[in-house]
């Protein structure tokens, strides 16, 4: 029953403040409603049973990307010109309207497998059985280290100076 | 009504819906990437609901929603970071106005 409302409420925080982030037109305030956003989702993801997904969350989405963008919309000075649509606006709505008609409609109309088994918790060892074990994921585990060596590199050599 | 696997995979629509119109529909650069960081969200959302829903014992989705977070983190670093350069030698970054490569 908690679990129930927790949703709701969460959801419906999302929701709002996910419309906030494409409706403002103070690009600021979009990035922290944006952040408001992040932090249901962690929200969900712990009423989904996800407690180490919901820690890494915060820490990434709500700690990293959030100061990564605020930061970018403090170096540029479109913040004066706000965030104002071009003109796609309405195919854009319908693009998105049919999307979501589309989603639902494939959601609601697909009988899925549930299981019933209660959720493993917690979570966190089962995951690093899952991601350093025998028959993981250890390959994909070595390669993204890779990958985020590649883009701190390339962010680097974008903003030097010449 | 208990809340089952349909309501978390209608709000992850609902979350990738607003951020695929803030991605068509934006002029700001970094507004548009904000918005495709919605949208990963929202697909974390999916694969952790059908993760918990389907294979409870399995966890794969969660180990895909990592994943997922690496790979957004890149995105974000390198995507700011050309916004960033191209407004130093642009003084903009309308979306609109960046066609230096439009034929």
Same mark, same amino acid.
């Given at each position: 029953m908690g679990l129930n409302i927790a949703f709701w409420i969460l959801a419906i925080v999302g929701i709002i403040a996910a419309l906030a982030v494409v409706l403002l037109r103070d690009v600021f305030r979009a990035a922290l409603s944006l952040v408001l956003c992040f932090l249901a989702v962690a929200g969900i993801y712990i009423t989904l049973s996800a407690d180490f997904l919901a820690a890494v969350q915060v820490l990434i989405y709500v700690g990293a990307i959030s100061v990564l963008i605020i930061l970018a919309i403090m170096l540029t000075r479109e913040v004066q010109r706000g965030s104002p649509s071009n003109r796609l606006q309405i195919p854009a709505f319908i693009v998105a309207v049919l999307f979501l008609g589309g989603i639902a409609f494939a959601v609601l109309n697909t009988p899925w497998p549930v299981s019933l088994a209660p959720p493993l918790e917690p979570t966190t060892p089962a995951l690093a059985g899952l991601l350093f074990?025998? /028959? /993981?994921f250890i390959l994909p585990v070595e390669i993204a280290p890779i990958l985020l060596l590649a883009a701190v590199l390339g962010a680097i050599a974008l903003v030097r100076e010449k | 009504m208990a809340i089952g696997l349909e309501h978390y995979l209608i709000l992850s629509a609902i979350l990738f819906s607003i951020g695929l119109y803030g991605a068509l529909a934006k002029r700001n650069a970094i507004v548009i990437l904000m918005s495709i960081e919605l949208m990963l969200n929202a697909v974390n959302i999916a694969m952790v609901a059908f993760s918990r829903y *389907?294979?409870? =014992? =399995? =966890?794969t989705g969660q180990v895909f929603a990592i994943f997922v977070m690496v790979v957004a983190a890149a995105e974000a670093a390198v995507g700011l970071a050309i916004i960033i350069s191209i407004y130093r030698y642009r003084?903009? *970054?309308d979306a609109t106005k960046i066609d230096l490569m439009k034929w």
């Open positions: 074990g025998e /028959g /993981g | *389907i294979v409870p =014992l =399995l =966890l003084e903009t *970054i």
